[in-house]
T-cell receptor, first 112, second 116 residues
Framework: AQSVAQPEDQVNVAEGNPLTVKCTYSVSGNPYLFWYVQYPNRGLQFLLKYITGDNLVKGSYGFEAEFNKSQTSFHLKKPSALVSDSALYFCAVRVNFNKFYFGSGTKLNVKP | GAVVSQHPSWVICKSGTSVKIECRSL??????MFWYRQFPKQSLMLMAT?????????EQGVEKDKFLINHASLTLSTLTVTSAHPEDSSFYIC????????????FGDGTRLSIL
C-alpha cells in the first residue's frame, strides 16, 4: 500500500537553530513526494516537491528536503528556523496521476 | 502562482440545512479538483475526486448522496453537504491541480462548517 508516515506529532526548536521534520514513505515504483505547510484555519501551501533528479530539493521560504532512497525518507529541513515558521507541516506522496496521500502532520513550534 | 479560491470560509447553520461550498481555480484550468475533510489535529482525508464534465469519484466510506459534487466547468467545482447534521461539522478543503504531469496540488483556504 502507498503511504507516508510522519513519526513526530510535534517538533520544538529555538529560533535560529536548524530544524528537521521527518517523513518516511512506502510506495511501489518511483515516488513523487511533496511537502505542504498549513497555518491555522487555512488551506495547505505548497513548499517543495521531489520528482527526479538531485536528492536535495530546495523550496519556498528557505526550506529544503533531502530524498533518501535507501532509507525511504524525505525529511524537511531549514538551516535557521524563524518564529513565523511555526505551523503544521504535511508530507504527501502522489500515488497515481491524481491521487495524493498525506501524512498525519507535524506541528512545528519555533520559540523565540 | 496558481490560486484556488474557496467560498465561504465559515458557515454556521442549523441541522437539516444543505450547504454549498465553491472551489474555483483563478488563474488556471483544472480538469480535476479534490475535496478533503480535516478533523481537528488530524490529516486531510480525501473525500472525492471531481472531474470536469463527468461524475465525481468518491473514496470508500464517503456517502455520495450526502456529499454532492458538481464540476460544471474547468474552473469551478462545488460540494453540497445535504441535510447537514452536527457530525458533518468539519473543515473542508478543496484543491486543484494545474495541467502538466508533475504539477503539485494547490489548495483553497478551506471552509469551516459548523452545524448546530
Amino acid at each position: 500500500a502507498q503511504s507516508v508516515a510522519q513519526p513526530e506529532d510535534q517538533v520544538n526548536v529555538a529560533e535560529g537553530n536548524p530544524l528537521t521534520v521527518k517523513c518516511t514513505y512506502s510506495v511501489s515504483g518511483n515516488p513523487y513526494l511533496f511537502w505542504y505547510v498549513q497555518y491555522p484555519n487555512r488551506g495547505l501551501q505548497f513548499l517543495l516537491k521531489y520528482i527526479t533528479g538531485d536528492n536535495l530539493v530546495k523550496g519556498s521560504y528557505g526550506f529544503e528536503a533531502e530524498f533518501n532512497k535507501s532509507q525511504t525518507s524525505f525529511h524537511l529541513k531549514k538551516p535557521s528556523a524563524l518564529v513565523s515558521d511555526s505551523a503544521l507541516y504535511f508530507c504527501a506522496v502522489r500515488v497515481n496521476f491524481n491521487k495524493f496521500y498525506f501524512g498525519s502532520g507535524t506541528k512545528l513550534n519555533v520559540k523565540p | 502562482g496558481a490560486v484556488v479560491s474557496q467560498h465561504p470560509s465559515w458557515v454556521i447553520c442549523k441541522s437539516g440545512t444543505s450547504v454549498k461550498i465553491e472551489c474555483r481555480s483563478l488563474d488556471f484550468q483544472a480538469t480535476t479538483m479534490f475535496w478533503y475533510r480535516q478533523f481537528p489535529k488530524q490529516s486531510l482525508m480525501l473525500m472525492a475526486t471531481s472531474n470536469e464534465g463527468s461524475k465525481a469519484t468518491y473514496e470508500q466510506g464517503v456517502e455520495k448522496d450526502k456529499f454532492l459534487i458538481n464540476h460544471a466547468s474547468l474552473t469551478l467545482s462545488t460540494l453540497t453537504v445535504t441535510s447537514a447534521h452536527p457530525e458533518d461539522s468539519s473543515f473542508y478543503i478543496c484543491s486543484a491541480r494545474d495541467r502538466g504531469r508533475n504539477q503539485p496540488q494547490h489548495f483553497g483556504d478551506g471552509t469551516r462548517l459548523s452545524i448546530l
